[in-house]
């Protein structure tokens, strides 16, 4: 550099390096993001860097062939919201007209070539508003407009839409406490953040907040990240939700405009924080829900799980298995194994703990020891930096729906604790051995063969040692035979004094653990519950049928699965008070109890039977004495009562109806209740009135 010029000032090298590559052209979006490295656009070089960033550069004029004609059944109230948004801009009088032309026809041209019908609440317009201050041709706004809809506009960006479902399941995992929180003021979602995700938070925030914000975004390439800034909003306002005693409608308002607060020098936390969370968080979240976004139809027909029936975030087997494996920062899971210990013993996840979800309702004193068994043996296994650690919690089950029921009690509990970072695996131990098929494990040469462990001595096929291990049976401490599995050991016997045997195994940490080859024929489940046999049944011949009813043990596999809780619970809004329906004349009994759905939540409620009808009433936590009338069953309807040996305060009611091609069960509800034998007896002489006075 010559003597005496100026250099120019390192704050402004970058962006002249950033004129220059744009101005070069054929410059890429890795390449735009290497000079920026997260810094805030100039305003004379966003158009051109938003453009690289939706990949527009280049693209012809879309609507060159439209005859441009106006013309939608809806088209008054688009020409309305557009006339609106051009009241909100700054423009020069003469150039209005053409402007609010413009956005008149992209929106309309968008609706016709998508066959889309047009909504305001849809939040177009506030899409648009970002785009039009960068003072585009046609031709580019419209194809900006629609690379961002395509791109990280997620499908069913509506009311109670699958997006939202999603989102509360990444609330949960980050902040359970903030989540059952809103959950409980039934503050869903959508409905504060419909706008937030529908605008990309253009709706509240000024211009410049905005721009800074699709800045980063956009940037990113990532429509996910949406999500994670989202979370930060209301990390950010936690303190505040947690301490609100406003009505709930108050408290949506605060939530729905929180982003108008985001000034300009907040945006650089605010992208620092959601990429720590993004961190922090499974790439299953991404992987299993990318049908969300995108213009392909493919993938969807085989996408059919209901987010909003989902207990937890859900994990890939596979990320499981290779999350544990990398070195570094990231998702790391400790898997919990919630089978019966038969299963367990037969062949499990070597890196797993053993906790026997059937102890929580058969013996909820070991059950509770176990957990604190299971919190201790993840913290040791964190410090001593084995495989098995990971501060993220995933609980496996079966893989069956009907066995899963009280593993999903298990993980219910967890929640209930606010318990962070908990998820579950996909699929459970039936995917988990499909995975492994599928990659064609074959032996210690594959990263995976080593993962299916047994700690039942009886098969021939097991190993008396593990690769790698010394004679002795020691380790290095990051081995697959770490703490985890030498305490699953001492859980699996379900005995008493399962603490005094943990301990042991924490003093002896060269007990070997035994292994076998991956090809495991699925366990033989024993028949330990019976199936109800016709000498079981309990009752009169009624119209020339079978009996109406049975009492008896449940089968392990039930077909009649028809949960009549399956209706939402805003659709049985009608409170009462508790102790008034106790005391009517007309109640017989009233059972305390716990409604169990068949995700594994359960829910304080009550059973009151009356001379012809069985109703639940579910306690309204925040309103202490109030209940919603949850079910209003008629006693000749109940087609079956069945429990299981295992657990014979689980009970389950069939309703339904009988003729003579058999028993047609049309819904099922099932309760915890202690004292259960006393319970479903007098429910029994109940019926028994109720169908002798029927039949006479």
Not at 283 to 305: E, P
Not at 621 to 635: E, H, M, V, W
Request: glycine fraction near 6%.
């Amino acid at each position: 550099m010559a003597e005496g010029e100026e250099a120019p000032p390192p704050s402004r090298s970058w962006e002249k390096d950033l004129a220059d590559a744009l101005e070069e052209g054929g410059c890429d979006l890795e390449t735009v993001r290497n000079i920026i490295q997260g810094r805030q656009l100039p305003s004379d070089l966003r158009a051109k860097v938003w453009k690289i960033a939706l990949n527009v550069v280049g693209k012809g004029d879309s609507l060159a062939s439209w005859d441009g004609s106006l013309d939608l059944p809806e088209q008054s109230i688009i020409h309305k919201d557009c006339q609106e948004l051009i009241d909100q801009l700054s423009v020069p009088e003469e150039e209005k007209s053409v402007l609010l032309l413009d956005i008149e026809s992209v929106i309309t041209f968008y609706c016709k070539s998508r066959n889309v019908k047009y909504s305001s609440c849809l939040g177009w317009i506030h899409l648009l508003k970002p785009l039009v201050h960068l003072c585009l041709p046609r031709s580019d706004l419209y194809n900006c407009f629609y690379a961002i809809m395509n791109k990280f506009i997620p499908r069913d960006c509506f009311m109670k839409g699958r997006p939202f479902h999603l989102f509360r399941l990444l609330l949960q995992y980050h902040e359970p406490e903030l989540c059952s929180f809103l959950d409980t003021k039934k503050m869903t979602p959508d409905s504060y953040a419909l706008n937030w995700l529908g605008s990309l938070f253009s709706y509240y925030c000024s211009s410049e907040v905005t721009q800074a914000i699709w800045d980063g975004y956009l940037q990113q390439a990532d429509p996910f990240f949406i999500y994670f800034l989202m979370l930060i909003i209301l990390v950010n306002a936690k303190d505040v939700i947690l301490a609100q005693e406003s009505d709930k409608e108050e408290m949506i308002k605060f939530l729905e405009t929180s982003p108008a607060n985001l000034d300009l020098e907040d945006i650089e936390d605010l992208f620092s924080l959601a990429q720590y969370y993004c961190s922090k968080t499974p790439a299953s979240f991404r992987k299993d829900n990318h049908s969300l976004f995108g213009s392909s139809l493919l993938g969807l027909k085989d996408d059919d799980t209901d987010l909003s029936q989902a207990l937890c975030l859900a994990v890939s087997v596979s990320e499981i298995l290779q999350a544990n494996q990398q070195q570094g920062e990231g998702v790391r899971f400790f898997v919990v194994d919630c089978r019966p210990a038969e299963q367990y013993n037969a062949g499990h996840l070597s890196t797993a703990f053993h906790l026997d979800s059937d102890l929580m309702l058969q013996n909820p004193s070991e059950f509770a020891q176990s957990v604190k068994s299971l919190l201790e043996a993840q913290k040791q296994s964190i410090e001593s930096g084995s495989i098995a650690g990971g501060e993220h919690l995933c609980f496996m089950g079966s893989g069956r729906e009907e066995e899963d029921m009280y593993m999903n009690m298990v993980l219910a509990h967890f929640l209930q604790k606010n318990k962070e970072y908990v998820s579950i695996a996909k699929g459970g131990f039936m995917a988990l051995q499909q995975h492994l098929a599928d990659i064609n494990v074959e032996g210690p040469e594959n990263g995976y063969g080593h993962w299916i462990a047994s700690t039942s001595g009886s098969r021939s096929s097991i190993n008396s040692s593990v690769d790698g291990d010394s004679p002795n049976g020691s380790s290095d401490g990051k081995g697959v035979k770490s703490l985890v599995n030498k305490m699953t050991v001492a859980l699996k016997t379900k005995s008493v004094n399962v603490k005094e045997k943990v301990i042991s195994f924490i003093e002896n940490t060269s007990t070997p653990v035994d292994r076998i080859p991956f090809i495991i024929p699925w366990p033989d489940r024993a028949s330990l519950e019976r199936h109800v046999s016709s000498s079981d049944r309990v009752g009169k011949p009624y119209r020339g049928v079978k009996p109406v009813f049975s009492i008896g043990d449940e089968e392990e596999y039930d077909t009649d699965e028809i949960d009549s809780s399956s209706m939402s619970d805003d659709d049985r809004k009608e409170v009462v008070n508790i102790q008034t329906w106790i005391n009517k004349p007309d109640v017989k009994y009233n059972f305390p109890c716990n409604e169990v759905k068949e995700n594994g939540h359960m829910f304080p409620s009550h059973l009151l039977v009356t001379a012809t009808h069985m109703y639940c009433l579910r306690e309204i936590p925040s309103r202490k004495g109030l209940a919603y009338i949850q079910s209003r069953q008629a006693l000749n309807s109940v087609v079956k009562i069945t429990s299981k040996k295992k657990h014979p305060e689980l009970i389950t009611f069939k309703y339904g109806n009988s003729n003579t091609s058999g028993i047609e069960v049309l819904a099922v509800e099932r309760y915890l209740i202690p004292n259960a034998g006393d319970a479903t007896k007098a429910i029994k002489q109940q019926i028994m009135k109720v169908l002798d006075a029927l039949e006479s």
